[in-house]
């Protein structure tokens, strides 16, 4: 059996994010706060800029101290949409053969949206069920394949707050 940190990964902030060891395996997470836009952030920590420099093609992720945005060779420069998280609690965990692992059930995690096209499966998820993200609500959460990037993910939405709130 796996042990806490083989299944959550620690990243800046001391936080234990939600982390997946293979594909076909499931998480189901109820949400215990708010979702939180970060800015993106590089290795070193430093907000990250996109930056177009006048002879590039395209544009680079760049840390603040990494370009100097009043010089004559920079022709653009934005940050890039902020990386969402959620507050979440694991109430359910399968590996890829459906077998439940009970070890981290309970465990408070950040779930970063970020990953693969997770974030859009979310929305989707959310909008098709009429609601927001709600402190409450249940998700499942099943990477589909890692073979190639980006990754794929499957997001439902399994109980919305409301519906949690009328089971008490």
């Known amino acids: 059996m796996a042990s806490f940190d083989e299944i959550f990964v620690k990243k800046s902030g001391g936080s234990k994010f ?19 836009a970060r800015d993106q952030k590089n290795a070193k920590g430093q907000v990250v800029y996109l930056v177009k420099m006048k002879e590039a093609p395209k544009y680079k992720p760049m840390g603040a101290d990494e370009f100097d945005e009043d010089s004559e060779n920079v022709e653009n420069f934005f940050k890039p949409d902020p990386e969402y998280v959620v507050p ?5 965990h399968k590996d890829a053969k459906g077998e439940a692992v009970e070890d981290q059930v309970g465990s408070d995690v950040t779930w970063d949206t970020s990953a693969g096209d997770t974030f859009a499966k979310l929305k989707d998820a959310v909008l098709e069920e009429g609601v927001g993200l709600e402190v409450g609500a249940v998700y499942a959460v099943k990477r589909l394949d890692s073979k190639a990037k980006p990754y794929t993910y499957s997001v439902k939405v399994i109980k919305t707050a409301d519906q949690v709130a009328d089971e008490k």
């Open 88 to 92: 979440v609690r694991i109430i359910g």
């Open 18 to 36: 939600l982390k997946f060891t293979e594909d076909k395996e499931t998480f189901l997470v109820q949400q215990t706060g708010e979702p939180e």
